[in-house]
Every structure is written in C-alpha cells, then in structure tokens.
C-alpha cells in the first residue's frame, strides 16, 4: 500500500471501497494487458451507472422505490470515484511509459 501522496512506479492497482492497493510490478507483468483490464473495470462501471441513472430518472419506479434508493445513490456516487481512481491509474501508466 502506498503511503498518502507518494507516487507508485508501475504497480497492479486494486480498489476495495475506499483503499487502494498497489503491487509493484516492474518489468513482471504486460503493462498493455493491465491497462486493458483497468479500461474493462471502467466500461463496467459506466454500464452499472447507466442502468441506476435509467432507474432514478423513472418516476414510476421512483414512486414505488423502496428504501434502497438511497443505496442505490451511493452507489453511484462510489462507482462514479471508482472510475475516477482507475482513470487516474491508466493516465498514470501511459504517461510513465511515454516517457521511457
């Protein structure tokens, strides 16, 4: 795990809620595959977005929402920071081996 604001050289990135884990990883994995992986995690989570956006903009279902709503919000919220963190990772990584 890195330590508040220092920067991780090529490492595998896992988000769990809030922490972020990192295993360095120079020179020990297809960094192009990882980016893959990391687009892949993001368009998942636009796709879960999109559908929880499609429900909460249905006034039916809002009228007949359960309580749930409310999770169903935060959801979004943290998937809306996840996808952020995760952008930030793949930025991270081109940008580190531009410059090689």
Do not use: C, F
């Not at 809030?18 to 998942?44: F, H, S, T, W």
């Not at 956006?53 to 920071?81: G, T």
């Amino acid at each position: 795990m890195a330590a508040r604001g220092r920067k991780i050289p090529t490492a595998a990135t896992a988000l769990i809620d809030q922490l972020e884990l990192y295993v360095p990883l120079l020179d020990v994995i297809d960094m192009a595959a990882e980016g893959e992986r990391l687009q892949k995690e993001i368009n998942k989570l636009h796709k879960d977005l999109e559908k929880i956006k499609s429900k909460l903009a249905n006034e039916n279902y809002l009228a007949k929402a359960p309580k749930e709503i409310v999770a169903q919000k935060q959801l979004v919220w943290r998937n809306k920071n996840i996808i952020t963190k995760i952008t930030r990772t793949i930025d991270k990584y081109y940008m580190t081996n531009r410059r090689k």
